[in-house]
């Protein structure tokens, strides 16, 4: 049995959007339009699809729901241009989605309580593109930066979005420049050593 319903009101709800590594909670009050499908399975259970439109900014959800929450696949579509599509749960976006950033950037990859955390790619508006590990929205764990001005590459550890630990950086052709720790983003050089190259300056 389907049964497709529409309504229109105004809620207060909170509206998670991204920002590179980070993401800000919008508390907006809103008039919205809600088109939804039900579908009742034989054992009584069911499921509901649909789409809900903010009339005062244009943004929209498409998508599964439980229980009066985004809960299954579905996508958000911002009205700055941002879109999400991929797996909620209660609400966030939760497991693995796609987010497109209005300035060009994208995220693939796994999500946790709305934010980039797990195994995923973020390929940033300048070019630059990281694979790797997330934790909490940042670049965290083992992963590999791929630089796009000079073409270098950097694989190796990081923390709280930067070099740290272990790592290795080569050029475009694959030859070493530096192999060693880093420290906060930065070389830890020691002068003499096999790694240590006093003309090429580049951190």
């Known amino acids: ?30 008039h919205i339009l809600v088109i939804y499908e039900y579908q009742i399975t034989d054992n009584g259970d069911f499921s509901r699809s649909g789409t809900l439109m903010c009339s005062d900014d244009g943004s929209k959800y498409e998508g599964d729901w439980v229980k009066g929450k985004y809960h299954g696949r579905g996508g958000f579509y911002w009205a700055d241009g941002s879109k999400y599509f991929g797996e909620w749960y209660d609400g966030k976006m939760h497991g693995m989605g796609h987010y497109q950033y209005y300035d060009g950037a994208c995220y693939k990859g796994e999500f946790n309580n709305d934010v980039m955390h797990g195994k995923g790619e973020y390929e940033f508006a300048s070019g630059n593109v990281y694979r790797g590990d997330f934790y909490r929205g940042k670049m965290h764990g083992t992963g590999t930066f791929f630089k796009y001005d000079t073409q270098e590459w950097y694989s190796g550890e990081f923390q709280a979005g930067k070099k740290h630990g272990y790592g290795v950086e080569r050029d475009v052709a694959g030859q070493i420049l530096f192999e060693g720790m880093f420290s906060n983003g930065n070389r830890e050089e020691v002068p003499g050593g096999p790694s240590y190259n006093p003309e090429m300056g580049r951190k």
Do not use: K, P, Q
């Open 1 to 30: 049995m389907f049964a497709l319903l529409t309504s229109s009101t105004s809620i207060h709800y909170n509206m998670y959007h991204l920002s590179r590594h980070m993401y800000d909670c919008i508390c907006v009050h809103v």
